[in-house]
């Protein structure tokens, strides 16, 4: 590795990695195209290369019919293996750079959650290895942006280390898998005062009210982040038969499509969304849910998306309260995914349920405005 920086692999530790035959999920993705693969691909196949002019102008791979796989992918195979992108082979592998690099892994991938196959702590260092060229160079842009935010802070009376309020994140991983507790950190992180969560009040149980009130907005954050207006910009679940659904907010319900191969949309049901209950995990699904918060709470992206909001509302609020809030829509969103998919698979929210939110729900968590950037 490059003297110049280290990389911080914590998040891989005691992780295994297998791609899973006929998964495709992140071949759903339109991976865009380094300046070399550019060129190769539009040399090679010219027809199959598109040129999108969002976030910014770059060559991509194109998807059947504008919204299904990648068109390189047959049968689930890919046609270009030995060609494929750098984006393709670092999945599920994400490093993000900010003040550091770090290597992150997309628990979207079904085969991030194996317990047999390759170490991901090796693959991802030598992922970070391959790629350290470009962390040099896009550590250089990005220390020069958080330097920036750090003064804008420091003019405006904020204190930006995330460290305390991660410690204190850390010592309640548990209690935050707790509904009551979940839904007094989201309320306390948009109050006017300052949160500390040594100080919250949280009650015994949540009354009809209050549960209400938490659904609510947990439907709310959904249909944000569900109401994508076609399919190709909607978050996918691959489901444990490696089917690619999608949930389209239409007409207030949500529509459950399965993109097929083809790249054509097959309609599975329409779902009330007043009749999803928000479910509380039980003890094994706790379990689950809190070693995901540990994640989230390592996570550098995590800082990124918290100093991206500081930023957006012009430094006005306190810090440990917008990334409490960060944290805590994050959960809740995950959760009320993991009770969809258990309404419409008639299941409950154990460990395996709460996994099959996890697995809905962190890809999107993945892509959130961050300052900061994967490469
Ligand atoms: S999402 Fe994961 S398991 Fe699925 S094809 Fe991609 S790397 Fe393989
Ligand atoms: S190039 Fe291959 S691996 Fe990459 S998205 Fe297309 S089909 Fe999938």
């Not at 770090?102 to 991802?124: H, I, K, P, Y």
């Not at 919250?200 to 009130?213: G, H, I």
């Not at 959904?222 to 076609?230: E, I, K, M, Q, Y």
């Amino acid at each position: 590795m490059s003297p110049e920086f280290q990389v911080d692999l914590s998040e891989l530790e005691g992780r295994k990695f297998t791609c899973i035959d006929g998964c495709g999920l992140c071949c759903l993705c339109q991976p865009e195209l380094l300046p070399n693969e550019e060129r190769l691909f539009r040399s090679k196949f010219p027809n199959m290369v598109v040129l999108k002019n969002e976030p910014h102008r770059h060559y991509a791979m194109a998807m059947k019919k504008g919204m299904g796989s990648c068109a390189f992918l047959n049968d689930r195979r890919c046609k270009v293996y030995n060609d494929r992108p750098h984006f393709c082979r670092e999945f599920p592998f994400h490093i993000h750079v900010g003040m550091r690099a770090q290597v992150q892994l997309d628990l979207s991938c079904r085969g991030a959650w194996v317990t047999d196959g390759e170490d991901a702590m090796t693959a991802g260092a030598k992922i970070a290895e391959d790629a350290k060229e470009a962390i040099n160079h896009t550590l250089y842009e990005s220390k020069r942006v958080y330097r920036e935010f750090f003064d804008n802070c420091h003019e405006s009376g904020i204190d930006p280390d995330p460290e305390p309020m991660q410690a204190l994140v850390r010592e309640r991983l548990e209690k935050m898998t707790y509904l009551p507790y979940l839904a007094t950190v989201l309320e306390g992180s948009a109050e006017d005062e300052q949160i500390d969560l040594r100080k919250l009040r949280v009650p015994a149980e949540l009354d009809k009210s209050a549960m209400r009130e938490l659904e609510s907005a947990a439907l709310e954050g959904a249909n944000d982040s569900l109401g994508a207006p076609n399919a190709f910009d909607a978050p996918v679940y691959c489901d444990e038969a490696n089917r690619w659904n999608v949930f389209l907010s239409e007409h207030g319900r949500f529509e459950q499509y399965i993109i097929k191969d083809s790249g054509d949309l097959e309609h599975v049901r329409s779902v009330d969304p007043n009749a999803v209950r928000l479910l509380v995990p039980d003890e094994s699904g706790r379990k689950v849910m809190a070693d995901y918060l540990r994640i989230l709470n390592n996570r550098d992206s995590i800082i990124g998306s918290t100093y991206y909001l500081v930023d957006e509302y012009d430094y006005e609020d306190y810090f440990p309260n917008v990334y409490l809030g960060v944290l805590s829509t994050s959960m809740l969103d995950m959760i009320w995914r993991a009770s969809l998919i258990a309404h419409v698979k008639g299941t409950k929210l154990d460990g395996a349920g709460v996994r099959e939110g996890i697995i809905y729900y962190d890809m999107d968590r993945l892509d959130g405005p961050s300052i900061g950037a994967f490469i």
